[in-house]
């Protein structure tokens, strides 16, 4: 168990943390003792520092450079900010912006954009969540060569629809079939559980003994991934991710651009991205507002990313904003702008002024 830092350790870890984020560097001895206002010489806050790389909280990437911080030393630093901030109204020209929204679609897609800007990171909005899409019935229609569209009626008489390629050649009669056995299968399911459900069955070496089972689900599969019936998560900001992640992970390179790139998959494919978020903030409660540093994402997939989050609305107008970016994010930026957003778009979905 860690034990409780000093005041001098505190403010030495939240000068080196607040420094590293600037600077993208590796903070110095030196460099602390001349900037930190506490009249400390370098041995001092070696000593100190020393102290806080014991305690997990500290590292140093390289014998004679300075230290970074690690996601628990991020967190110590957080919850300062969280504990001494001040709920901030957003500026008057964003509120603005959003209330010149003409739908509540574009009030999401505005947000969204408003959140990126303002932190140069993903922004997010999830809308508040509407009733499970449902499947009525699903069609394969043969193009040309390998080529299959799937065609997906929903209960609420969507026509959803979407060109496949499958790689195999298949004849009028067995897509016939193929659709027959995924309707009988899973009609009336959600959208979501028809998706869930077929991964398992894919998953069962039982269901490729039945070559037509085998083949019907990796159809379905196919044409359901990223089709939800409705756009329950607005993202802004994708552009950005590879140099943000660059500049703030210089010493493995590699691995910044397969984080990048595992993120940017992640959005393209929404329902993936939508049930992780939902993870990581399941302590989000009224208007609260989460931060979820690196490692402590439960799903591996986020945790090279910091997320800040905020709950807005209530009932069944409530939905979640937020901010995705690396570790190395400006937090106290990023918490004000997300805090600022929810209290608008409550406000707009509550049908008040400011």
Known sequence: MMSPLTDRQR?????LVAEYIEQGAPVSSAWLAGHSALGLSSATVRNILARLEEQGLVRQPHTSAGRVPTDSGYRL?????LGSRKRARPPADVEARLRRAGTVEA???HASH???RASHHIGFVLAPAAPAVRLRHIDFVKLEGTRVVVVIV???GQILHKAVETGEAYEAAELTEAANYINATFQGLSLADVRDA???QLREERALYDALVARALRLAQSGLTDVDGDDHLHVQGAAMLFDELADSSAETPQATVEAARMLIR?????HRLVALLGECLEGLDGLGLAVVIGTEHAAPD???FSVVASAYGEGERAGTVGIIGPTRMRYQRAIATVDALSQVMTRMLDGTQP
């Open 11 to 15: 403010r030495i870890l939240a000068r």
């Open 77 to 81: 630093y957080v919850d300062a900010l």
């Open 107 to 109: 009030l999401f897609d």
């Open 114 to 116: 408003e959140l990126s």
């Open 154 to 156: 929903t209960t609420n």
């Open 198 to 200: 077929i991964v398992a």
């Open 266 to 270: 992640m959005i393209e494919e929404k």
């Open 302 to 304: 986020l945790q090279p």
